[in-house]
């Protein structure tokens, strides 16, 4: 078996899985995953109610997308699936699973 890109892996899963949902850290540790960061959410929510407590109209504030994200990586999940990690992206990952 050659080398795989990730997307071919996640196509051929979206083809055996008839039901698929992201899933957060704590739900699936057994996978590898990349999400918003959990706790910085909630104080991003806590900044918007802050500027609504004090007159702001919420249709006036600004959509903030997430600007922290956790990557957790599972290596016995990638060599199932067939894939060898760069020595760099283990590097960053926010937690490596064995």
Do not use: W
């Not at 997307?7 to 540790?29: H, N, V």
């Not at 910085?40 to 994200?69: C, N, S, T, V």
Request: with cysteine; hydrophobic share 40%; charged share 30%.
């Amino acid at each position: 078996m050659g080398r795989r890109s990730l997307t071919s892996i996640f196509e051929e899963e979206k083809g055996r899985r008839a039901a698929a949902k992201l899933l957060t850290r704590d739900e699936a540790p057994e996978d590898c995953g990349l999400g918003p960061d959990l706790v910085e959410m909630p104080r991003q929510a806590a900044g918007y109610l802050d500027q609504i407590m004090h007159g702001a109209k919420p249709a006036d504030l600004p959509l903030k997308e997430p600007d922290r994200f956790d990557l957790y990586l599972n290596l016995r999940t990638a060599a199932v699936l067939g894939l060898t990690i760069p020595s760099t992206l283990l590097a960053t990952a926010n937690e490596v699973i064995e």
